[in-house]
């Protein structure tokens, strides 16, 4: 079984969201970057199909060299072999069809792209490439077995959760679930040092244009002060949310 | 040339969210001089969608439509979209109009933008409003295809009525066999869900254990509330994950957010930004959710929760 996850360079989450360049570009300025969370979770449930089952797991990001530490981390989580397509990440079209530039030459089993990306949240790469592909997809996948070459999956839906089965290949949209973030590896010594051997190898972009452009980015206007009510006058919370708010 | 919505349904009725997006769909269709048109599978009374300004409603009363699939609903809509000749297809933000709309951008060839929080700022090209970094910014997104795919984020843009006189058009479409197939479908009645949910009560580790929940449950009850948790509450398995909010759970864009012993770590904060109103109950002065809070109480929720009850119930009675 092969296994390819799609990793994407994302702020750590508690970063200051700053923009420069008259608000055109993100400022990266001091941010620490780490694997988007959701690809985490999935990369995690990777390592566990090569532990068990024999899988070979890559992964690959479509960025610039600056993406690398990245990758290197998830060599040293345990995947075998690392790409990166070597272009700017412009949007979630442009990426699924570098990803999918790949995908047609390598014939993966299984691919496994997170639900969406904690910075531009754009939750559309996984599905792209899926329809790209021609491959069934599930998305918010909360559970994943694979026997024979069929997957049993579990999708979170709005009010439940949807239980599905599926022929190879499939693309699936890692979350929280699918993992545990206590399952979450951390990699050792051995694993790092061993990341500097494994193969990370840096493709060609395949040209394809993008469909939708980021012109400037905005940040929402400051919040005001907190009102705060009283323990004892909760009459008064009742009346603010009523009248001042209009929300009961 | 016509805009065309999806107007999602559930037991044969539309939901809320398809009066949203036929209210965004209104008002983008008046934007471009064109009608509006809507999609909607097994509903009982398909034309009240002309409450919100959709003119013609294309119907497809079929089982082979449920449980939701990628393949099928995405066949009837594409089906649709092409024999109309649509341009500007709008879609919600529920888990399964984001699980749709790659599927269609791909089939349809039209460019798609997700997460949009307002009307578009042109129409030719299309520029839209889309929040990004988890709602700590917003950009402004040209999409550069003449045919194209908007996903309203949910509960941003609101419910409009502008009445007109829809006409149902039954419609069938061949619907291709699924290779994916759902075995089964969990989904526990009677409790409000978070995505639906115009209130949402929520609780951290400040209620100290799973045993106390009733005040959360309570609460909700009294508001006709969906309830929630922090990431840690549901970490050490106190409540589903199903419940949990935040950067890596569950997104919530509700009315009003109700935050019960829950500190407002930024991950926290993150995926409940969107909601309109918050409201946090805490017994720290100095929790950081009471930056991010539109109205607070300093308090011990052992106490503030039951006489909060009390006093909404004598609120709703009067």
């Given at each position: 079984?092969?296994?390819?996850?799609?990793?994407?360079?994302?702020?750590?989450?508690?970063?200051?969201?700053?923009?420069?360049?008259?608000?055109?570009?993100?400022?990266?300025?001091?941010?620490?970057?780490?694997?988007?969370?959701?690809?985490?979770?999935?990369?995690?449930?990777?390592?566990?199909?090569?532990?068990?089952?024999?899988?070979?797991?890559?992964?690959?990001?479509?960025?610039?060299?600056?993406?690398?530490?990245?990758?290197?981390?998830?060599?040293?989580?345990?995947?075998?072999?690392?790409?990166?397509?070597?272009?700017?990440?412009?949007?979630?079209?442009?990426?699924?069809?570098?990803?999918?530039?790949?995908?047609?030459?390598?014939?993966?089993?299984?691919?496994?792209?997170?639900?969406?990306?904690?910075?531009?949240?754009?939750?559309?790469?996984?599905?792209?490439?899926?329809?790209?592909?021609?491959?069934?997809?599930?998305?918010?996948?909360?559970?994943?077995?694979?026997?024979?070459?069929?997957?049993?999956?579990?999708?979170?839906?709005?009010?439940?959760?949807?239980?599905?089965?599926?022929?190879?290949?499939?693309?699936?949209?890692?979350?929280?679930?699918?993992?545990?973030?206590?399952?979450?590896?951390?990699?050792?010594?051995?694993?790092?040092?061993?990341?500097?051997?494994?193969?990370?190898?840096?493709?060609?972009?395949?040209?394809?244009?993008?469909?939708?452009?980021?012109?400037?980015?905005?940040?929402?206007?400051?919040?005001?002060?907190?009102?705060?009510?009283?323990?004892?006058?909760?009459?008064?919370?009742?009346?603010?949310?009523?009248?001042?708010?209009?929300?009961? | 040339?016509?805009?065309?919505?999806?107007?999602?349904?559930?037991?044969?009725?539309?939901?809320?969210?398809?009066?949203?997006?036929?209210?965004?769909?209104?008002?983008?269709?008046?934007?471009?001089?064109?009608?509006?048109?809507?999609?909607?599978?097994?509903?009982?009374?398909?034309?009240?969608?002309?409450?919100?300004?959709?003119?013609?409603?294309?119907?497809?009363?079929?089982?082979?439509?449920?449980?939701?699939?990628?393949?099928?609903?995405?066949?009837?809509?594409?089906?649709?979209?092409?024999?109309?000749?649509?341009?500007?297809?709008?879609?919600?933000?529920?888990?399964?109009?984001?699980?749709?709309?790659?599927?269609?951008?791909?089939?349809?060839?039209?460019?798609?933008?997700?997460?949009?929080?307002?009307?578009?700022?042109?129409?030719?090209?299309?520029?839209?409003?889309?929040?990004?970094?988890?709602?700590?910014?917003?950009?402004?997104?040209?999409?550069?295809?003449?045919?194209?795919?908007?996903?309203?984020?949910?509960n941003?843009?609101?419910?409009?009525?502008?009445?007109?006189?829809?006409?149902?058009?039954?419609?069938?479409?061949?619907?291709?066999?699924?290779?994916?197939?759902?075995?089964?479908?969990?989904?526990?009645?009677?409790?409000?869900?978070i995505?639906?949910s115009d209130v949402v009560?929520?609780?951290?580790?400040?209620?100290?254990?799973?045993?106390?929940?009733?005040?959360?449950?309570?609460?909700?009850?009294?508001?006709?509330?969906a309830?929630?948790?922090?990431?840690?509450?549901?970490?050490?398995?106190?409540?589903?994950?199903?419940?949990?909010?935040?950067?890596?759970?569950?997104?919530v864009a509700s009315n009003l957010y109700?935050?019960?012993?829950?500190?407002?770590?930024?991950?926290?904060?993150?995926?409940?930004?969107?909601s309109k109103?918050?409201?946090?109950?805490?017994?720290?002065?100095?929790?950081?959710?009471?930056?991010?809070?539109?109205?607070?109480?300093?308090?011990?929720?052992?106490?503030?929760?039951?006489?909060?009850?009390?006093?909404?119930?004598?609120?709703?009675?009067?």
């Amino acid at each position: 079984m092969k296994v390819l996850v799609c990793i994407s360079n994302v702020p750590d989450t508690t970063s200051k969201i700053n923009f420069v360049e008259n608000d055109t570009k993100f400022d990266s300025e001091g941010v620490q970057f780490i694997i988007n969370p959701n690809d985490e979770f999935g990369l995690t449930r990777a390592i566990w199909l090569q532990q068990k089952q024999q899988a070979e797991v890559h992964v690959i990001t479509v960025g610039e060299v600056s993406c690398e530490p990245v990758l290197r981390k998830c060599l040293a989580i345990g995947a075998q072999k690392a790409y990166r397509i070597d272009c700017p990440a412009t949007d979630g079209n442009a990426v699924a069809r570098e990803l999918a530039a790949h995908c047609k030459n390598e014939s993966y089993d299984l691919i496994i792209a997170g639900r969406e990306s904690i910075d531009y949240n754009g939750g559309m790469v996984g599905g792209l490439l899926a329809a790209l592909l021609g491959y069934d997809y599930v998305t918010n996948c909360i559970r994943l077995d694979i026997e024979n070459s069929t997957a049993t999956l579990s999708r979170e839906i709005d009010g439940g959760i949807e239980h599905l089965e599926a022929p190879l290949p499939l693309v699936i949209g890692a979350q929280k679930g699918l993992v545990e973030e206590d399952d979450l590896i951390i990699p050792n010594m051995r694993g790092i040092m061993q990341a500097r051997q494994k193969p990370l190898e840096v493709l060609p972009s395949a040209n394809v244009t993008a469909t939708t452009q980021i012109d400037r980015f905005e940040k929402p206007a400051p919040k005001g002060e907190v009102q705060l009510v009283d323990e004892n006058d909760l009459d008064t919370l009742i009346e603010l949310l009523h009248n001042e708010a209009k929300v009961i | 040339m016509a805009v065309l919505i999806f107007a999602e349904t559930e037991n044969r009725n539309y939901k809320k969210i398809a009066f949203e997006v036929a209210s965004y769909g209104r008002a983008l269709a008046d934007q471009l001089g064109c009608a509006l048109h809507a999609i909607a599978f097994n509903v009982d009374d398909a034309a009240t969608l002309g409450t919100y300004g959709v003119e013609q409603v294309f119907h497809i009363d079929s089982p082979s439509l449920e449980p939701f699939t990628i393949q099928a609903s995405g066949t009837a809509i594409l089906e649709v979209a092409k024999a109309q000749g649509v341009h500007h297809l709008v879609l919600s933000s529920t888990a399964n109009a984001r699980y749709l709309a790659p599927w269609l951008s791909i089939h349809l060839e039209a460019a798609y933008a997700s997460n949009v929080v307002a009307l578009p700022e042109s129409t030719a090209p299309l520029k839209v409003k889309r929040s990004c970094f988890t709602n700590k910014a917003f950009n402004y997104t040209t999409l550069s295809s003449d045919k194209s795919i908007i996903g309203v984020a949910n509960n941003s843009y609101g419910t409009h009525e502008a009445p007109k006189t829809a006409s149902v058009v039954p419609t069938e479409v061949a619907l291709k066999t699924n290779s994916l197939k759902v075995t089964a479908v969990d989904a526990p009645t009677g409790q409000v869900s978070i995505a639906d949910s115009d209130v949402v009560v929520s609780g951290g580790r400040g209620l100290k254990g799973p045993e106390n929940w009733h005040l959360i449950e309570d609460l909700a009850a009294t508001l006709g509330a969906a309830t929630a948790c922090s990431k840690p509450v549901s970490d050490m398995g106190w409540r589903p994950h199903s419940e949990h909010v935040g950067q890596t759970g569950k997104p919530v864009a509700s009315n009003l957010y109700i935050a019960i012993g829950v500190s407002g770590a930024i991950q926290h904060l993150a995926g409940i930004n969107a909601s309109k109103v918050k409201v946090v109950i805490n017994n720290d002065p100095e929790a950081p959710f009471f930056k991010a809070a539109d109205y607070g109480v300093v308090g011990d929720a052992f106490t503030v929760v039951p006489n909060l009850i009390e006093k909404l119930k004598a609120f709703k009675a009067s």
